[in-house]
C-alpha cells in the first residue's frame, strides 16, 4: 500500500512500521500488518485510540481515547445490554464444538458446552441458537467448527500464519545509550497545533512536567531495515 502510494521506505521504516509495531507489538511481522487496522486506530469512531496528527502521524501529547478500567466498561456494557435486549451471558463457559449449523429441530445452531467453575467441569451440555458469531482466532474457529465447516471456512481461516518472535532481554545502559534515544528531547516534540497555540502555556507545561516527557515505557529501534526492535 505505501508503494502504491509512493511513499518512500525510508518513511514506512522510520514513521509507519515502528508506529504498528508499537500499537500490536507485531515485531518483524510488522510490514505485513494490513493498514486498514491502522486506519481504525486512528480514524474509526468507536475504535480509536488516539488522534491522527496529520504531520506527525501522533502528536507528542496524544489524546488517550481507550478505557482506562475495561472491567468497568465491560460489566456496565453487559447491565446495559441485559436490561433493554432480549440478551444473556453465559460466563463460566467453554465450548467444545459446534455440533450443527443447519439443524431442523429447536435451532439451526446447535453447540456443546461444558461448564467451568473453580477447577470444576460439568457434564457436556447442548445449546441451540439461530445465528452463530465466532470472536476466537483461526484456528480454535477451525477447532470449534470441525465437520461444520465449510469448504470456503476452511481454506480462508486455514492460511492464517501463527509466528512465534524473539524476546531478548537486555538490561545494560551502554547498550540502551547506544541503540535508543532515551532521555527526552524538545526536539523530538511534533509541530503545535492551532489548538496547541491557544494554550500554549498549559502544552509547554504538560511536555515538561509530564512522565513521557523525563521517561519512556516502550522505545523503537528503526535503523534497521525490514525488522523491528521494541524495548520497554
Given at each position: 500500500m505505501l508503494r502504491m502510494f509512493n511513499f518512500s521506505s525510508g518513511f514506512g521504516e522510520r514513521m509507519v512500521y515502528p508506529?504498528?509495531?508499537?500499537?500490536f507489538g507485531t515485531g518483524n511481522q510488522t510490514p505485513y500488518i494490513s493498514l486498514a487496522i491502522l486506519e481504525r486506530v486512528f480514524l474509526d469512531p468507536s475504535m480509536k485510540l488516539f488522534e491522527f496528527d496529520d504531520k506527525s502521524l501522533l502528536a507528542s501529547i496524544p489524546t488517550m481515547l481507550a478505557f482506562p478500567k475495561l472491567h468497568d466498561v465491560y460489566q456496565a456494557w453487559k447491565e446495559?445490554?441485559?436490561?433493554?435486549?432480549?440478551?444473556?451471558f453465559k460466563l463460566h463457559r467453554q465450548v467444545l464444538r459446534v455440533l450443527s449449523r443447519d439443524a431442523k429441530v429447536d435451532g439451526p445452531v446447535q453447540v456443546e458446552f461444558q461448564t467451568s467453575l473453580n477447577c470444576t467441569k460439568s457434564n457436556t451440555q447442548l445449546a441451540t441458537f439461530d445465528e452463530l458469531i465466532l470472536?476466537?482466532?483461526?484456528?480454535?474457529a477451525l477447532n470449534l467448527l470441525g465437520k461444520a465447516a465449510t469448504w470456503k471456512e476452511r481454506i480462508v481461516l486455514g492460511i492464517v500464519k501463527y509466528l512465534y518472535d524473539v524476546t531478548i532481554t537486555h538490561n545494560p545502559l551502554t547498550y540502551m545509550n547506544k541503540y535508543y534515544e532515551t532521555r527526552y528531547s524538545p526536539g523530538f516534540n511534533a509541530p503545535l497545533?492551532?489548538?496547541?497555540n491557544l494554550n500554549?502555556?498549559?502544552t509547554w507545561r504538560r511536555l515538561s512536567n509530564s512522565p513521557p516527557a523525563t521517561s519512556r515505557l516502550f522505545i523503537i529501534r528503526c535503523n534497521m531495515p525490514k525488522?523491528?526492535?521494541r524495548s520497554k
Amino acid at each position: 500500500m505505501l508503494r502504491m502510494f509512493n511513499f518512500s521506505s525510508g518513511f514506512g521504516e522510520r514513521m509507519v512500521y515502528p508506529l504498528i509495531a508499537l500499537f500490536f507489538g507485531t515485531g518483524n511481522q510488522t510490514p505485513y500488518i494490513s493498514l486498514a487496522i491502522l486506519e481504525r486506530v486512528f480514524l474509526d469512531p468507536s475504535m480509536k485510540l488516539f488522534e491522527f496528527d496529520d504531520k506527525s502521524l501522533l502528536a507528542s501529547i496524544p489524546t488517550m481515547l481507550a478505557f482506562p478500567k475495561l472491567h468497568d466498561v465491560y460489566q456496565a456494557w453487559k447491565e446495559d445490554i441485559e436490561s433493554h435486549e432480549n440478551v444473556q451471558f453465559k460466563l463460566h463457559r467453554q465450548v467444545l464444538r459446534v455440533l450443527s449449523r443447519d439443524a431442523k429441530v429447536d435451532g439451526p445452531v446447535q453447540v456443546e458446552f461444558q461448564t467451568s467453575l473453580n477447577c470444576t467441569k460439568s457434564n457436556t451440555q447442548l445449546a441451540t441458537f439461530d445465528e452463530l458469531i465466532l470472536a476466537v482466532d483461526a484456528d480454535s474457529a477451525l477447532n470449534l467448527l470441525g465437520k461444520a465447516a465449510t469448504w470456503k471456512e476452511r481454506i480462508v481461516l486455514g492460511i492464517v500464519k501463527y509466528l512465534y518472535d524473539v524476546t531478548i532481554t537486555h538490561n545494560p545502559l551502554t547498550y540502551m545509550n547506544k541503540y535508543y534515544e532515551t532521555r527526552y528531547s524538545p526536539g523530538f516534540n511534533a509541530p503545535l497545533t492551532a489548538a496547541d497555540n491557544l494554550n500554549k502555556g498549559r502544552t509547554w507545561r504538560r511536555l515538561s512536567n509530564s512522565p513521557p516527557a523525563t521517561s519512556r515505557l516502550f522505545i523503537i529501534r528503526c535503523n534497521m531495515p525490514k525488522t523491528i526492535q521494541r524495548s520497554k
